[in-house]
């Protein structure tokens, strides 16, 4: 065991901290030095320790290491080199190590593939692994994309899949999983291409209308929100045709009970079907361009919606009414919750109304024409010296809908207040999205072969997500009292100080101090600190 002792050297007090070793060969103990603490010196009869000071020769590199080590010891927890070498079927570093390399670049700002090399060099990573720099170039990593998923246009010999499936089990091992049924939120966002034609790449459908675009589908877990399924998506195909890929990939695996929860653009009536022949439920809001959703939605009064026994509580102190049924939709027999925000309504109506007023007083054609648009359907086109007439029967519909939303499930077991909770949980998805956009750097996409964009979507970004939605899986776990942007932003606050002394290197962090140490201790990545 270690303790303290204070000897005396030409006349000056010193402090050690040593041990006691037997020594086999004397057949005795001996006092083992491990470290020289500091000179002892005494102020009004007391001793006071003066910390020794650290000599070296040269200050030869400071490197950034907080967010680099954050990310590095949750992918290592998380098992991601091992989920992608156990997918390929043989024991490559290379490979893993690449795609995890890519993940993390992500993250940390996006260097190009020619650059990630150099980047890897001035990082503690070659210490960590004993990783060779010198072969980091680009055909490296192209390398990696390329065995991740084989170069042909069919994509049948992607591992995307199986890596994402072992990255799954690898954290419903650490995360846990919802035992009685699984809720899985998909959604799709709309990704810049720049590069020449491709067979992923088109105009058409989304946000990125009118110029070439990909699309990223992805698959999140309701509890934890951590990764289940991310797909490439090409261009020109609206989110619903998806469907039946992603439930073909989700039925292989080893689970029951799944709920998908889908926005409203993924809800027709042949997804649905196909979603109940392969076992799985479904739970959305209805679209208003379905007349069955409609007359669900008119189908009660306001005075039969607004009853206390009806409140659900939301956030920010606000509250909604709801009523529940279950009936026929999309010709399925549903769980079907009709809500009404009575905020919502009364704002929905009051703005109607003063622009009806609006028109009416209104002489200028301009303006008129503008009104007239915004007032559509209920202002319609007719003869006479206005050139319009207000549709009563559209008006009186238009009011029924104020404030009103529908929610269904195919699980009728589920509560009404349990259906819209989980369907406003989707929130989460989005936000994901809204990660990867923006701290993961998804977009824009340079990839021209088909096989990389899908190993690059499918895996790359995959992983980047999982090390964030992992991160705030422990924030949340372990009580940590910031979010993680502030978490990040003291992360990069860490830096990693080389230097020389008496001909050795030596490495020490500086900016973490003994509250950050307990704030980044569930994270564990002071266990890579030289």
Same mark, same amino acid.
């Given at each position: ?10 006349? *000056? ?15 005795? !103990? &001996? ?8 000179? /002892? ?18 200050? +030869? ?28 079927? &043989?024991?490559? *570093?290379?490979? =893993? ?11 940390? %700002? ?9 980047? #890897?060099? $001035? ?29 042909? $246009?069919?994509?049948? =010999?992607? @591992? ?6 072992? #990255? ?9 999983? $919802?035992?009685?049924? @699984? ?26 209308? %009118?110029?070439?675009? #990909? ?47 889908? +926005? ?28 069955? /959703? ?26 909604? @009414? ?51 648009? +915004? ?8 003869? %006479?010296?206005? %050139?319009?007439?207000? +549709? ?7 009011? *029924? ?58 895996? /790359? ?39 020389? !002394? ?11 101090? *003994? ?11 002071? !266990?890579?600190?030289?």
């Amino acid at each position: 065991m270690a303790f303290k002792r204070t000897t005396t050297v030409k006349g *000056k007090k010193y402090q050690q901290l040593v041990e006691s070793k037997w020594d086999p060969e004397k057949k005795q !103990s &001996r006092i083992h030095v491990i470290k020289h603490l500091g000179r /002892v010196l005494e102020e009004e009869g007391k001793e006071k320790l003066i910390p020794s000071l650290l000599k070296f020769d040269s200050v +030869d590199h400071a490197y950034p290491v907080g967010e680099l080590a954050l990310f590095w010891k949750v992918a290592e927890e998380f098992e991601i080199q091992k989920s992608i070498s156990k997918a390929i079927g &043989r024991d490559d *570093k290379d490979t =893993s190590m690449a795609i995890l390399i890519l993940a993390i670049n992500q993250l940390l %700002g996006r260097k190009s593939l020619t650059k990630i090399g150099e980047w #890897i060099s $001035e990082t503690p990573i070659p210490r960590w692994t004993n990783i060779d720099t010198n072969k980091l170039n680009k055909d490296y990593f192209l390398s990696a994309l390329d065995k991740v998923s084989e170069d042909n $246009e069919n994509m049948k =010999s992607s @591992y995307s899949y199986i890596i994402q499936n072992n #990255i799954t089990n690898a954290w419903r091992k650490i995360v846990g999983s $919802e035992q009685e049924r @699984y809720f899985f939120y998909q959604d799709i966002t709309r990704i810049r291409w720049n590069g020449n034609q491709s067979i992923l790449a088109e105009n058409g459908y989304g946000a990125q209308i %009118g110029r070439p675009h #990909i699309g990223f589908g992805l698959v999140i877990s309701k509890d934890s929100y951590m990764p289940v399924m991310g797909y490439p998506v090409r261009g020109s195909s609206p989110d619903k045709t998806t469907v039946e890929e992603t439930i073909d990939n989700l039925s292989r695996w080893n689970m029951k009970n799944i709920t998908l929860v889908w +926005d409203r653009g993924f809800v027709s009536k042949p997804n649905i079907d196909y979603a109940r022949e392969k076992n799985f439920h479904v739970l959305s809001g209805g679209p208003h361009t379905s007349k069955e /959703v409609i007359d669900w939605i008119t189908k009660y009064s306001d005075s039969e919606i607004e009853k206390r026994e009806n409140i659900l509580e939301m956030s920010h102190g606000n509250g909604v @009414y709801c009523i529940e049924d279950t009936g026929k939709l999309y010709g399925r027999n549903c769980k079907i919750v009709v809500m009404l925000d009575p905020q919502r309504r009364n704002n929905s109506r009051i703005e109607r109304d003063l622009l009806i007023q609006e028109l009416e007083s209104e002489t200028s054609k301009k303006k008129i024409a503008e009104l007239k648009k +915004d007032l559509s359907p209920i202002v319609k086109p007719a003869k %006479g010296r206005r %050139g319009y007439e207000i +549709d009563r029967n559209e008006e009186k519909q238009a009011r *029924k809908l104020d404030g009103r939303s529908l929610f269904f499930s195919t699980d009728i077991t589920m509560t009404g207040k349990e259906l819209i909770k989980t369907y406003l949980q989707k929130d989460h998805i989005e936000k994901a999205f809204r990660y990867l956009r923006g701290n993961a750097c998804m977009a824009p996409i340079g990839y021209q072969l088909p096989n990389r964009v899908e190993a690059y979507l499918s895996v /790359v970004n995959f992983i980047s997500y999982e090390l964030i939605a992992a991160i705030l899986w422990k924030i949340e776990k372990f009580n940590i009292s910031i979010g993680y942007e502030s978490l990040i932003e003291k992360a990069s606050k860490i830096f990693e100080v080389e230097f020389t !002394s008496k001909g050795s290197k030596l490495y020490r962090w500086t900016h973490i101090s *003994k509250e950050d140490e307990k704030l980044f201790k569930p994270f564990n990545i002071l !266990s890579v600190r030289s």
